[in-house]
């Protein structure tokens, strides 16, 4: 008998656990509100598809298509690149001219890694304004300590010429999009 007793408990136990664990509303919703999320970030980037077939409108169309399938927020800037701030940052925005230091990732569209910083263990540093014009104008929206990500169509990124490092070995091959992932910014003063 108390043996019967000891499995009807654990089995009633069992039952009342899990039927407790199931009937909280709060982790059922958040996978739901994920995916209503991403249904609207690939609702509205599938607006910004290109109909053109030229190397331009296939370039932003890998990079809506990157976007969509990696789930990053960005959004199209009026001058061709995508951006998205992935930390807001402090202060002001930065200005053309400013002196900074970041840490940047450098990846091709299918996420391959082309350059990285942090693996070479000092921040990049440089002016706002004297690197690829994704960057130039990229970066006018971002603010001391924040990180932004930008993809690039080729032409403001490399272009025809490509990038060949100091070997002559090919770094980046010409026309292709890239992705930048910027971050740990700052400001020096002058």
């Known amino acids: 008998m108390t043996k019967t007793i000891t499995v009807w408990f654990l089995v009633f136990t069992a039952c009342f656990f899990s039927a407790c664990s199931n009937s909280s509303s709060a982790p059922a919703s958040a996978p739901e509100k994920d995916a209503v999320a991403k249904s609207a970030i690939e609702e509205r980037l599938i607006t910004e598809l290109s109909p053109s077939s030229d ?5 932003r169309n890998a990079i809506i298509n990157r976007a969509i399938d990696q789930n990053y927020d960005v959004y199209a800037a009026p001058e061709g690149y995508f951006y998205e701030i992935l930390d807001p940052g402090e202060f002001t925005p930065l200005l053309t001219g400013d002196i900074v230091s970041a840490h940047y990732q450098g990846l091709f569209l299918d996420g391959t890694e082309f350059d990285n910083s942090r693996k070479r263990g000092a921040p990049l540093q440089f002016t706002v304004g004297g690197l690829i014009e994704a960057w130039n104008l990229a970066l006018l929206r971002a603010k001391p300590g924040g990180s932004i990500r930008i993809l690039s169509p080729s032409a403001l990124a490399y272009g ?31």
């Open 160 to 190: 025809a010429e490509g990038l060949v490092g100091t070997r002559g070995d090919t770094l980046v091959p010409a026309h292709t999009v890239l992705e930048f992932v910027i971050d740990d910014i700052q400001v020096y003063e002058e």
């Open 55 to 59: 190397r331009a409108g296939k370039e």
